[in-house]
């Protein structure tokens, strides 16, 4: 039997190369990949060795910096030519998580800036890479405990349902929707988890069960289609979610099914929070309509695991986001506070890039 993790860090940088936990053999494996190229880094984002918004953010930033070490010449102008290659093939993995580009367009932003020689850029985009993954986990920290002080006062502690993985495996660490639970957890608020199978690819029920086992928060696995049943008993006080891109007028896509279940909580009277950082707001778009949803393999709808669920003849349609209008969001926490969707805008001045 596996032992429990104390503490999940599903990116460490060591020895020059980034070790990954391979978040597709969780929960029956836990192991590690190791990766020392860009084209590698890109290959575990596009098939979910790494997943979760911020920790795409984090992975796409050291990818960047393991292909500015992989470029050989010494001539300034040719060095950010060829980042700017490995750029857009980062970018090229996952279409959804607006913290993808942030991260990949603050590292460039740094190679650009830095007067000195190609290895004094090159040493700077270590640095920052390394800086947004421990930003990162301070700022899932904060909205972890940002987001206790708004959660509902009953005298009773508190059930709250989460979909899909928002926890420390989707982060540098601790977790966005996790965070919060898992503050609320150790401020004694919490009696349990609802944890959403999350079909097609089950991260709930892979991921977020897993994470509560280690740190021993009490989790019920229900499939995707409970979830309503769940509020109309009234077993649920609170839903917590992460988001892949929140655009400027709060409308937040995150993975798919978020959209029913906003609706079905507003239907119940159950608040509805969207947990991220900052870096997950993507300012330069106005509404929901216009983030791009990735859409995957038909083979992740017709198939569970090895087995075809449905006859020969039948078409598919596979999204992997949804977008939730920001009508049916209570509040979105973030690292400084949480606001209604419609007031985002405060935020701009403090966003980085
Ligand atoms: O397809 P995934 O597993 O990368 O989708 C992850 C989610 O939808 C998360 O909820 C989101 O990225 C927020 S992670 C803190």
Known sequence: MMSKITEVNPIIWQNDRVLLIDQTCLPGNYQTVEISRSEEMARAIKTMIVRGAPAIGVSAAYGMYLGAKEIQ???????????????????????????????????????????????????????TAKKIQAEDLETCQAIGDRGVDVLPNTPEKLNILTHCNAGALATAGYGTALGVIRSAWRAGRLA???????????QGAKLTTWECVQEGIPVTLISDNMAAHCMQQGFIHAVIVGADRIAANG??????GTYGLAIVAKAHHVPFFVAAPLSTIDFKISDGSQIPI??????????????????EGVEFYNPAFDVTPAELIAG???????????????FRVQQLV
């Open 73 to 127: 010449t010494s001539d300034k102008n040719e060095f950010l030519k060829e980042l700017e290659a490995v750029a857009v093939m980062l970018r090229a993995t996952r279409p959804t998580a607006v913290n993808l580009f942030w991260a990949i367009e603050r590292m460039l932003k740094v190679a650009n800036q830095i007067s000195g020689s190609v290895e004094e850029i090159k040493i700077a985009l270590l640095e």
């Open 192 to 202: 349990k988890v609802y944890a959403d199978e999350t079909r097609p690819r089950l």
């Open 251 to 256: 409308d937040s896509a995150n993975k798919i």
């Open 294 to 311: 990735e859409e995957r393999d038909a083979k992740e709808v017709y198939q569970v695991g090895e087995t075809r669920i449905c006859p």
């Open 332 to 346: 979105i926490i973030t690292e400084y506070d949480t606001v209604a969707p419609g007031d985002l805008a405060k």
